[in-house]
């Protein structure tokens, strides 16, 4: 085989035993900046696709004669056309690599940085300001998380670090599941009311698309948190903004927006109670690792003949 990683911006694959593995089967390139024309692709028959890093449209794969298969690193393929890829015998094989630590790390981060106001401080102080805000801590509040799979039960895992007490919702969540996870199963209308801090963990789906309008926001305490390390659509943006710039919760730790890269002068970017990121829950080095090491897996395996996991235009 021949074989593109695509988009690695962080020069983070080089040095991983996945492309150490592949290099002993293939010829591997290591594409560190967007490959540009799609001509630059010609002639390899498998593509590592970083996260959701390259949009595959039918007219890319028209112009994609020699891929047979993308490995797709990740949980998710909103960025592909299954349905092209398999008008075109393209197969779409999940190279997922678990799930990610730094998605859970990153949701108790910012809800840290916005809850003692870090990044504000820290600018003040910059700025030759010496102010000290009250402001609240995780200990002892009420955490609800919207979607308990392994992200949030890892979110509920750090969070009994801070003696926290931990509601959970989810479409398809039981009783017993909750309980095995050490957390309480509500009613996503319920754990809204309760809790201090909503963590988003949810996948992003038809039934989860606005999942938090303006009625379920406007369920949430004044003195409530917003996180959302998931998906930005899964918070209906607009009326984010207005509950918000009302103060009608208390702020948001956000990583993740119906639009990315955030348009600049967008409205989140001029709010004093927001605290924003650039999407940097999954890239870690860990991930990095894990996600060369499931595509080595599936790519060796398909070179093989074996069965490999795949997306289908039903996922």
Not at 36 to 47: E, I, M, N, R, V
Not at 123 to 146: C, D, E, F, M, Q
Not at 232 to 245: Q, S
Not at 288 to 307: K, P, T
Request: charged content about 25%; aromatic content about 6%; hydrophobic content about 45%.
């Amino acid at each position: 085989m021949r074989i593109a990683i695509l988009d690695d911006i962080h020069r983070a694959y080089e040095g991983t035993a996945g492309v150490r593995r592949l290099r002993e089967r293939a010829d591997v390139r290591i594409f560190t900046a967007p490959f540009g024309d799609p001509s630059a692709l010609a002639g390899f028959d498998a593509l590592v696709a970083n996260r959701e890093r390259t949009t595959f449209t039918r007219e890319l794969f028209a112009r994609l004669p020699d891929l047979r298969i993308i490995a797709q690193t990740g949980n998710h393929a909103y960025h592909i056309d299954l349905a092209a890829a398999a008008a075109r015998g393209v197969i779409v094989a999940k190279a997922t690599g678990g799930f990610s630590y730094g998605a859970a790390e990153l949701a108790i981060g910012l809800a840290i940085a916005v809850m003692r106001r870090i990044p504000a401080t820290d600018r003040a102080v910059k700025g030759g300001t010496w102010h000290t805000p009250l402001t609240s801590i995780l200990h002892h509040k009420t955490l609800g998380i919207v979607g308990l799979g392994h992200v949030g039960r890892q979110v509920a895992t750090i969070a009994k670090a801070f003696e926290m007490r931990v509601l959970a919702w989810g479409p398809r969540l039981t009783d017993e599941a909750a309980i095995a996870a050490g957390v309480e199963r509500r009613d996503l209308d319920d754990l809204l009311r309760e809790s201090d801090v909503v963590s988003i963990h949810a996948t992003l789906a038809a039934e989860s698309r606005g999942l938090l309008d303006a009625r379920r926001l406007a369920l949430m305490k004044p003195t409530a948190y917003l996180i959302n390390t998931a998906r930005g659509p899964i918070v209906d943006e607009a009326a984010l903004v207005a509950t918000l710039r009302d103060k009608r919760i208390a702020g948001a730790g956000l990583d993740v927006f119906d639009q990315e890269p955030l348009p600049a002068g967008h409205p989140l970017t001029t709010l004093d109670n927001v605290v924003l990121t650039p999407h940097i829950g999954w890239p870690t080095d860990e991930a990095y690792e894990r996600f060369a090491d499931s595509a080595a897996d599936v790519l060796i395996a398909y070179a093989d003949g074996r069965d490999i996991p795949r997306f289908s235009v039903r996922n």
